[in-house]
Nanobody
Framework: QVQLVESGGGLVQAGGSLRLSCAAS????????MGWFRQAPGKEREFVAA????????YYAESVRGRFTISRDNAKNTVYLQMNSLKPEDTAVYYC?????????????????????WGQGTQVTVSS
């Protein structure tokens, strides 16, 4: 079992920045790939970014590439999402998730079904 707790959300003006954190406890954090997803009101949950267990591979949705950066600190059991140049369309509840880091995962790290554990989410609101 892995428990995930997100933090760092809030209200920010367009063009601003936020850093989300996801603290993990339970099974060995470094064995798992990690991902960030988001869900806006009335929309489906969508992939944002993902990172391999070592941090050596990262993946991004086209809508955030160049603005968001995912990273992890396995010594602190924490994964981060640095969000810069925020836009109103980035407004959503952001969720972190963990899943087994294997070949199947790296074929489609954007697939929610590959993630075994999910956090409760943190709200990000970007005002125009």
């Amino acid at each position: 079992q892995v428990q995930l707790v997100e933090s760092g959300g809030g209200l920010v003006q367009a063009g601003g920045s936020l850093r989300l954190s996801c603290a993990a406890s339970g099974r060995t954090f470094s064995n798992y790939a990690m991902g960030w997803f988001r869900q806006a009101p009335g929309k489906e949950r969508e992939f944002v970014a993902a990172i391999s267990w070592s941090g050596g591979r990262t993946y991004y949705a086209e809508s955030v590439r160049g603005r968001f950066t995912i990273s992890r600190d396995n010594a602190k059991n924490t994964v981060y999402l640095q969000m810069n140049s925020l836009k109103p369309e980035d407004t959503a509840v952001y969720y972190c998730a963990s899943g087994p880091d294997n070949k199947n995962y790296h074929r489609s790290p954007w697939s929610p079904g590959l993630y075994s554990y999910w956090g409760q989410g943190t709200q990000v609101t970007v005002s125009s």
